[in-house]
């Protein structure tokens, strides 16, 4: 053997055992990771016991101070939301169902009477904008099998949303039925999610006419027209400075809608005025200044739409139209 020839043949050992060492490490790493999603559905599931068992304990300890606090009362918001979305817009039901999915899987219907609903191969969606961590996104999902487009500007981990948010708070029965699917699967929530959730990561902007020639205002052509296109329900909870836009939207595809709006940003969007009646009985128009003028400013916005209370604590006005 020549001594090019030698050292030819262990540089081939060199990459062989590299390639192992790397397979080896990859498998390592993957299997840290299933492990560590095991161990964070445990903890979260001890977590909830742990609350159940020491709940009316730890209330007597603090008295009302839990019950005094905003964020506690509005713990289970999204869940009520939801619930308040599939009664009030049951068409979601047919149109963004995900036709393959196991009626076990459906795990939580939060009293939602669907067994008369038929499953459609249409492949439209629901659109959350502006939806946050995802929280919302995950219980439609991965809750009720929907297939949801999230619009936000920032990229959410629905995935540990779900798992971390979710679950803890679901029916003991279906905890168990995850961990089990998690045993035999464990990127089963993952791959779940990969069949029925994705996201735009970008603003949710008001149409509007970007040529000459446009017969109608559109977001430019790009992938959010599409979204608004096929959106079987357009969402806007607490979406700050995309309420208004989903409401122009909705109008101009002629979409159902409901908006929940939060935050009015007055310096921000000056041209928002309301008509009222001043103390001589006469219309006078002032700006848009508090929480309560901005629904009425988008109330004002058709005859057709709808206001009406939510079932949660804190900003719960909702401005809903069934599209028709």
Partial sequence: MTPSAFYDSDAGEDLS??????STYLEIKQRKKEEGRRRALEMAMAKQILFNSNGSTNSDKRGNRKSARHGARNQDR???FAQWILNKFPHILADCIDVNVDDDQNHMRDGVDDTTTKKSSQRMHVIDV?????????RLSLCHSLRVMMVDPRAADIESVYMNSVVPKLPK???????????????FVRDELEKRFSQLVMPFSSPSYKGAHDVSPSFGGGPL??????ASLIIGLHADGATEAIVDAALIHRKPFVVVPCCVFPNLFRERYISIFDEASEVKRIPVRSH????KYLLAKDPRFLMEILPFDGRNVA??????
């Fill in 319 to 324: 401005i809903w139209w069934d599209g028709k």
């Fill in 225 to 230: 027209d599409s979204s608004v296109e096929s």
């Fill in 78 to 80: 999204h869940k009520q």
């Fill in 17 to 22: 055992c590299d390639a192992i060492v790397s």
């Fill in 130 to 138: 502006a939806g946050g961590k995802g929280e919302l996104s995950a």
């Fill in 173 to 187: 029965k279906w905890q168990h039925s995850i961990e089990e699917k998690l045993k035999h699967s464990p990127s």
């Fill in 292 to 295: 309560d003028q901005f629904c």
